[in-house]
């Protein structure tokens, strides 16, 4: 090696240790062996959920034994789990999740759940599966589940309780936010396009337009709202935790059905949002929260749920945005070593510091990548990866961070870590083949949903 490329090869490997230009590593990245480097991953973790935590809702990695949300296990892990092994070709895995569904899954049983989470993890998950798989049973049981749920929309106002028992349809919560009473429209109506009930659709939808209508002047929205009488509880509009999906779900069910409403209120939103939310800083650009009704920032917390809507302005062709945004992400990652759930992005300091192996920052350089085909969100994405697998890898999975400064490990590894994490991570270096953005659309736990307009 000649001194001049060893030079060159010195200054390569300084950047590509540092969190800086990401560009100047992204040439050195090999995609198939990144997309097999989460191939493993995935097959360790589930490894360690079949030994330790079969047939429960999901794995605590560190003590190594399994735990339920609530009374009676709902298999979340093997239904967020299921459509990511089909898209990496893991017959094996799919084939066993795909039996601890079909052989545990009961949803007659009197216990109080989330419906958000519910719905995301296992309607969404279910529909996935029906619709990568083929098998008419997935269908019936994301079916059998959705009419448990609608009880919780029977409210005057036609916006969703947060919590509703699936035997008896016993309520609580009228305290609601906009991403759990939105949250519900594209699991709702691919229900309706697959069953030919209308009645999944008009509810979800009416939920929907009832938060849009309840928008501000100056067309935001609020955090907590009283879904018996309609009014805001809480003024504060954010991008983040309560309102997330909700604008989500807004330009995706315009995709997954063509609905001209819902991209209108999108678009709506989306320019109120850049008006009055996008904040540039010189470590790059983050969304501030501001009240709903005047625009004036409230507090610049900003965090790891936030970093969705990078990749959502991408989707949306709001690419000029949606890299600005990046770069601010891909600091709150390099900056604390691993990124924590809050930061206040104006002083630089963490608020909440763990780390539950969120996918949003990698869910963002997937479809920048996807999008623009920029290396950088290769190398950004390869740092994320390395991350998680050098510092969160245990002897029976991947747990969370419960302080990213000191890098201390928590004793949790949820399902969204196989349905969102392990695939977006995987999608952003695989073909592009094994999932067509043109033919799908996720949900916000990341599983795809067949567009048919």
């Known amino acids: 090696m000649t001194t001049n490329r060893i030079i060159v090869f010195a200054i390569s490997i300084i950047f590509l240790g540092g969190c800086g230009n990401s560009k100047q590593s992204s040439t050195q990245i090999n995609k198939d062996e990144q997309a ?13 959920y079949m030994q330790y935590a079969k047939g429960f809702d999901a794995l605590k990695p560190i003590s190594k034994q399994g735990e339920n949300w609530y009374s009676s296990s709902l298999q979340m892990t093997p239904i967020d789990a299921f459509d990511t092994f089909t898209l990496m070709g893991l017959k ?84 609601n936010n906009p991403a759990e009473i939105g949250t519900c429209l594209l699991e709702f109506c691919r229900l309706t396009q697959l069953t030919g009930d209308s009645t999944y659709h008009k509810t979800a939808m009416k939920a929907v337009m009832e938060i849009y209508k309840r928008r501000s002047s100056i067309d935001l929205v609020g955090t907590i709202i009283n879904v018996t009488n309609g009014e805001w509880v809480k003024p504060e509009c954010q991008i983040g935790a309560r309102l997330d999906s909700y604008f989500e779900y807004l330009y995706k069910n315009w995709l997954l059905t063509g609905d001209k409403t819902c991209f209108e209120a999108w678009e709506t939103h989306r320019k109120a949002i850049e008006k009055f939310m996008i904040t540039d800083t010189p470590n790059g650009t983050f969304l501030t929260r501001v009240d709903m009704n005047t625009g ?29 945004i990046q770069k601010g992400n891909y600091y709150m990652w390099t900056r604390f070593n691993i990124e924590p759930e809050v930061f206040d992005f104006k002083k630089d300091s963490i608020l909440y510091p763990s780390y539950p192996l969120r996918p949003e920052n990698i869910e963002s350089c997937f479809y920048l990548y996807r ?49 969102e994490t392990l695939k977006y991570a995987y999608l952003l270096f695989a073909l592009e083949s094994k999932l067509d953005l043109s033919k799908f659309v996720f949900n916000t736990e990341s599983h795809p949903l067949r567009i048919s307009r």
């Open 36 to 48: 097999k480097k989460v191939v493993i991953a995935a097959q360790h973790a589930w490894r360690g």
């Open 92 to 175: 094996t895995e799919a084939g066993e999740a795909k039996e601890l569904i079909f052989s545990n899954l009961n949803f007659n049983i009197d216990m109080e759940v989330q419906l958000f989470e519910i719905n995301i993890r296992l309607l969404g998950g279910l529909l996935s599966a029906y619709e990568l798989d083929g098998d008419k049973r997935f269908l019936i049981l994301a079916e059998d589940l959705c009419k448990r749920l609608l009880p919780a929309f029977k409210t005057k106002t036609g916006m969703p309780y947060r919590y509703v028992n699936l035997k008896t349809g016993a309520l609580r919560d009228s305290l």
């Open 371 to 419: 999008k623009t085909h920029d290396e950088q969100y290769l190398a950004m994405g390869k740092r994320m990866i390395d991350d998680i697998i050098d510092k969160c890898k245990t002897e029976a999975g991947f747990a969370a961070v419960k302080n990213v400064t000191t890098l201390e490990l928590d004793d949790s590894m949820e399902s969204f870590f196989f349905a």
């Open 296 to 324: 004036k920032e409230t507090r610049s917390y900003y965090g790891a749920l936030d970093a969705f809507y990078a990749g959502l302005l991408a989707l949306s062709g709001d690419v000029t945005n949606a890299q600005r």
